[in-house]
């Protein structure tokens, strides 16, 4: 959480829908391009969880499990 906060003293915009929680596509996935889409094994950093379904994310229990696409 301290590097989404610090990220966006940068200027970094929130990659998650502020009305669920969950993480938009593509911008909010780590690994947009995984076929299958879910489950991601990362979070970008800016959305804060792994998407693991379409109406389901989780919290990362360690920050090797984020990812930044800046």
């Not at 596509?25 to 693991?52: D, K, N, W």
Request: charged share 15%; aromatic share 8%.
């Amino acid at each position: 959480m301290i590097t989404h906060e610090l990220l966006h003293t940068f200027g970094a915009t929130d990659k998650y829908d502020l009305s669920t929680g969950l993480p938009l596509y593509p911008e909010g996935f780590a690994e947009p391009q995984l076929i299958p889409r879910y489950p991601q094994q990362l979070a970008e950093i800016m959305a804060g969880r792994m998407p693991l379904a379409a109406t389901e994310a989780r919290l990362p229990t360690a920050l090797r499990m984020s990812a930044s696409g800046l």
